[in-house]
């Protein structure tokens, strides 16, 4: 990935795919490693959170019943 400078003045990132021809075939073999490493890192990170969310709402109403048992 390289840092790019628009006209705007705005800074972009260009990952390997779009920037083939600016980076030697073994430069461009590190960078998908590092591009695949860090998309598998972030859908394991996003799977673990929406099963933590899972897990929390289904406690939730077992949690509640627990509660009301004990109130009544």
């Known amino acids: 990935m390289t840092a790019t400078m ?7 990132v260009v990952i390997a795919s779009e920037a083939k021809q600016s980076f ?6 590190l ?3 590092v ?7 972030k859908k394991f990170l996003h799977n673990n959170t929406i099963r933590q969310i899972r ?6 109403p077992s949690i509640l019943s627990l509660k009301m048992e004990q109130l009544c």
């Open 55 to 60: 897990q929390t709402a289904q406690l939730q």
């Open 31 to 33: 960078l998908k490693g």
């Open 6 to 12: 628009h006209f705007d003045g705005t800074l972009h």
């Open 35 to 41: 591009c695949e490493k860090t998309y598998k890192k």
């Open 24 to 29: 030697t075939h073994k430069k461009r073999y």
